[in-house]
């Protein structure tokens, strides 16, 4: 049975909405709340993300009617290395898959990488996701590094001691409140664990 005729189409401004609405029904298949999702991808969000310098969206439809979208950004690696293209967003709808949608839309974000002068392809893949893991190693994908993130208030946190003596000396101050209250009320004071600043590393 001959596969049904998919198009794949640059997303551009008049695709605005269909895109939109693909991603929100993306975010919800990954657990996002729907009004969350909708707030997050405003059409005027949309619009913006794509003018942005080294970001290309393509859409798959069928008869018109939307199936998927794959979403592409340029990105520097290192101080000399060449730009990569990395695979940042690629879904299908339930109703679009095992149709060869996920496939065209990566023949299309690999015709990019081609006229935009990119040797590499990459994608982020989650690693509790095997069956998405499975798909991208069968098309090539080789495991190359391992991706770690961290808010940016977490990481400042960690770095500096400023934050961790101020930590001691709220504490400090706590202690000193709660020995005062027992003083007054004559109460025998409770042991409990004490809390004390890790020796530096």
């Given at each position: 049975?001959?596969?049904?005729?998919i198009v794949v189409s640059r997303a551009g401004q008049r695709q605005v909405g269909e895109l939109a609405t693909l991603w929100i029904?993306?975010?919800?298949?990954?657990?996002?709340?729907?009004?969350?999702?909708?707030?997050?991808?405003?059409?005027?969000?949309?619009?913006?993300?794509?003018?942005?310098?080294?970001?290309?969206?393509?859409?798959?439809?069928?008869?018109?009617?939307?199936?998927?979208?794959?979403?592409?950004?340029?990105?520097?690696?290192?101080?000399?290395?060449?730009?990569?293209?990395?695979?940042?967003?690629?879904?299908?709808?339930?109703?679009?898959?095992?149709?060869?949608?996920?496939?065209?839309?990566?023949?299309?974000?690999?015709?990019?990488?081609?006229?935009?002068?990119?040797?590499?392809?990459?994608?982020?893949?989650?690693?509790?996701?095997?069956?998405?893991?499975?798909y991208f190693a069968r098309l090539g994908f080789g495991q190359q590094a391992t991706r770690r993130v961290v808010p940016t208030t977490?990481?400042?946190?960690?770095?500096?001691?400023?934050?961790?003596?101020?930590?001691?000396?709220?504490?400090?101050?706590?202690?000193?409140?709660?020995?005062?209250?027992?003083?007054?009320?004559?109460?025998?004071?409770?042991?409990?664990?004490?809390?004390?600043?890790?020796?530096?590393?």
């Open positions: 049975m001959p596969r049904p005729h029904e993306s975010a919800l298949a990954a657990g996002m709340t729907h009004d969350l999702a909708a707030r997050t991808a405003g059409t005027a969000r949309v619009a913006d993300a794509l003018r942005r310098p080294g970001t290309a969206a393509y859409l798959a439809t069928l008869d018109g009617r939307p199936l998927g979208f794959a979403v592409v950004n340029e990105r520097q690696h290192g101080l000399l290395e060449p730009p990569a293209l990395a695979l940042d967003e690629l879904f299908v709808i339930p109703e679009g898959r095992r149709q060869g949608v996920a496939g065209q839309l990566l023949a299309a974000v690999a015709r990019h990488a081609e006229s935009t002068g990119h040797d590499l392809v990459f994608a982020n893949v989650a690693t509790t996701d095997k069956v998405g893991n499975r977490v990481l400042r946190r960690k770095l500096s001691p400023e934050d961790a003596e101020a930590r001691d000396v709220l504490l400090g101050r706590r202690r000193t409140i709660r020995a005062r209250a027992v003083r007054q009320s004559g109460a025998t004071p409770a042991r409990g664990l004490v809390l004390r600043r890790p020796a530096a590393g």
